[in-house]
Every structure is written in structure tokens, then in C-alpha cells.
């Protein structure tokens, strides 16, 4: 269980268009995603957190008109990246927030495959 | 906001060897703490977790340990394999199951 997908897998773009990744949670309801980016030998930085049904909190230096952020179902965020410029070819990976294991009542971020983008 | 630092930043060690990572916390209201595997154009693997109540959990070859005063956790790897060859990361929760990570370290363990 707690099974994450995103698609797609990896992306080439032309500078200018934009880009729409999914994340799908395909065994539970996730009431709250998160989106990540992680560059080359970097960790991962939080960019927003999506909650179903309203609008995504975005972290301080992230553009919400840049990085378009929809939470419309339980068990999809789709995250938009408009405009894309070389500068976000990046590693973005999703993750949903759901029960941990057993019989445990904690909440615990299951993570996506990640999406690759490349912008030319 | 919550701040996480991770040392080292690059580890090496021989089959067999056991491995230590530690990160530090600033915000005393964090209660979670999970650490990550990661390999190459993977997704992040949880590997082990511990919260503020208790000081220690192990896992077979790995465990964590938590100071909460001082705040800083660490994670221990025994008997290391070439197959834990990755880039770990640690974690800590900064309130509404927020992580923030910390900058990662790789671990390469030679045969």
C-alpha cells in the first residue's frame, strides 16, 4: 500500500511552453501533497503544499504564477510549471501525505518517482 | 523556520565498517524524524524514523538516535554493504508534517 505514481516520468520542452506533471496517490486519499524540487547532487527543497480543495501554500521564493499548483481530488495534484526557461530543468518529485504502516496513527510523506524536466 | 544541518557531506568507508551521520535541528517544536535513502534517479526511501518521545529505535543493522536537548540525531549503519552505497538524507518536521531536509550525504561503501 501507500503507493505514489507521477507522470511523467521525464520531460523535453522548448524554452517558453509549459509543462503539467501529475501525482497520483493510487491506494489512499491524500488530503495533503507536497512538491519538491532537487537539483543535481542537491537535496530536496519544498516549494508547496498542496491541500485538496484549496489553495497551495507556497515557500518564500517560489512563484505561484510560475509553478501552478491544482489539488482538485483526493488523490491528485498536478503541478504546472509555465513559461519554462532553461533555469528549471530540475528533478521535481511529489509526495502524499498518508497513514504510516501497522497499526500506527502517524501521518508519514510517501514519495513519487519524480519527474525529470529538461528545458531547451 | 526549522533549519537542518547534516554532516558529512561524503563518507566513505570498507564493507563491513559501520557509518555515522548526524544533523542537527533548530526548532525544539520538531517531533519527527525520518531519514531517507536515496539512489541515483530514484524516489526518496524512509529507512527509519524516531519521534521526540522516545531516544533510540533500531531496525536490524540501522538505528537512530535522538537528543532532544541538545537536538541533534544521528543515524548508524553496522556492517555496511556495497548496496548501501547512496545518498541518505535526514529530515525533521517542522509542524503540519512539513520536513525539512537536510543537505544529504553520500555514503560509499567499497567492497
Known amino acids: 500500500g501507500a503507493v505514489v505514481s507521477q507522470h511523467p516520468s521525464w520531460v523535453i520542452c522548448k524554452s517558453g511552453t509549459s509543462v503539467k506533471i501529475e501525482c497520483r496517490s493510487l491506494?489512499?486519499?491524500?488530503?495533503?501533497m507536497f512538491w519538491y524540487r532537487q537539483f543535481p547532487k542537491q537535496s530536496l527543497m519544498l516549494m508547496a503544499t498542496s491541500n485538496e480543495g484549496s489553495k497551495a501554500t507556497y515557500e518564500q521564493g517560489v512563484e505561484k504564477d510560475k509553478f501552478l499548483i491544482n489539488h482538485a481530488s483526493l488523490t491528485l495534484s498536478t503541478l504546472t510549471v509555465t513559461s519554462a526557461h532553461p533555469e528549471d530543468s530540475s528533478f521535481y518529485i511529489c509526495s502524499a501525505l498518508g497513514l504510516a504502516g501497522g497499526l500506527s496513527s502517524y501521518n508519514e510523506q510517501f514519495f513519487g518517482p519524480g519527474t525529470r524536466l529538461t528545458v531547451l | 523556520g526549522e533549519n537542518v544541518e547534516q554532516h558529512p557531506s561524503t563518507l566513505s568507508v570498507q564493507e563491513g565498517d559501520s557509518a555515522v551521520i548526524k544533523c542537527t535541528y533548530s526548532d525544539s517544536a520538531s517531533n519527527y524524524f525520518p531519514w531517507y535513502k536515496q539512489e541515483l534517479g530514484k524516489r526518496p526511501q524512509l529507512i527509519i524514523d524516531?519521534?521526540?518521545?522516545?531516544g533510540e529505535k533500531k531496525d536490524q543493522r540501522i538505528a537512530v538516535t535522538l537528543n532532544k536537548t541538545a537536538k541533534h540525531f544521528s543515524l548508524h549503519i553496522t556492517e555496511t554493504q556495497p548496496e548501501d552505497s547512496a545518498v541518505y538524507f535526514c529530515a525533521a518536521d517542522s509542524g503540519y508534517s512539513t520536513l525539512t531536509f537536510g543537505k544529504g550525504t553520500m555514503l560509499l561503501v567499497s567492497p
Open positions: 524516531i519521534r521526540s518521545n522516545v
Open positions: 491506494d489512499f486519499q491524500a488530503t495533503t
